[in-house]
T-cell receptor, first 118, second 110 residues
Framework: GAGVSQSPSNKVTEKGKDVELRCDPI?????LYWYRQSLGQGLEFLIY????????KSGLPSDRFSAERTGGSVSTLTIQRTQQEDSAVYLC????????????????FGPGTRLTVL | DAKTTQPTSMDCAEGRAANLPCNHS???????VYWYRQIHSQGPQYIIH???NNETNEMASLIITEDRKSSTLILPHATLRDTAVYYC???????????FGAGTTVTVRA
């Protein structure tokens, strides 16, 4: 079946511009996650959406970053007034998060958006 | 993430089995062992996970020791496309903030 898709795959922008990154999760998945990965670095959690619950925004590095998830499906990560340190690969993942039970949920990642801020 | 320890790198011959070790000596009873891999310039790819029992799927097998302090990911017949960084992580139900360590860089050679 179709996996997580992200667009654009690459984005080059100038410092100070705003950018929007899009994520289409796997159909039926209730949870959606955003991470970023800087060159040679590990994953950095940004934000988590689960159903209609309030998102966990604890990983957003500054108020220039925001994200929304419309209709419980597609999500957009927006970075305002981009800075060079925002350059990274932004990864989206989704999972079918059960409300109970003993099983954990597996996150499936998209291909990422490579953001370069000049 | 200091919960797991993996070798930095390993080589494997194409067509042979690749055995990737992971130590997680402080694992808690409710924590699963997950394996992901990341091929260059791609997003992380889920491979397999387990709690106590050994697991097998179309990609790999996961062998977890009885004390759960270590595990081994087995790629039964490595191909050149299996060249990637492999990450072993432990994650409990409710932990949704994944964190990858340095992983093991696996190079499959013809």
């Amino acid at each position: 079946g179709a996996g997580v898709s992200q667009s654009p795959s690459n984005k080059v922008t100038e410092k100070g511009k705003d950018v929007e990154l899009r994520c289409d999760p796997i159909s039926g998945h209730t949870a959606l996650y955003w991470y970023r990965q800087s060159l040679g670095q590990g994953l950095e959690f940004l934000i988590y959406f689960q159903g209609n619950s309030a998102p966990d925004k604890s990983g957003l590095p500054s108020d220039r970053f925001s994200a929304e998830r419309t209709g419980g499906s597609v999500s957009t990560l927006t970075i305002q007034r981009t800075q060079q340190e925002d350059s990274a690969v932004y990864l989206c993942a989704s999972s079918f998060r059960r409300s109970g039970g003993v099983s954990t949920d597996t996150q499936y990642f998209g291909p990422g958006t490579r953001l370069t801020v000049l | 993430d200091a919960k797991t320890t993996q070798p930095t790198s390993m080589d494997c011959a194409e067509g042979r089995a690749a055995n990737l070790p992971c130590n997680h000596s402080t694992i808690s009873g409710n924590e699963y062992v997950y394996w992901y891999r990341q091929i260059h310039s791609q997003g992380p790819q889920y491979i397999i996970h387990g709690l106590k029992n050994n697991e097998t799927n179309e990609m790999a097998s996961l062998i977890i020791t009885e004390d759960r302090k270590s595990s081994t990911l087995i790629l039964p017949h490595a191909t050149l496309r299996d060249t990637a960084v492999y990450y072993c992580i432990v994650s409990a139900w409710g932990d949704y903030k994944l964190s990858f360590g340095a992983g093991t860089t696996v190079t499959v050679r013809a």
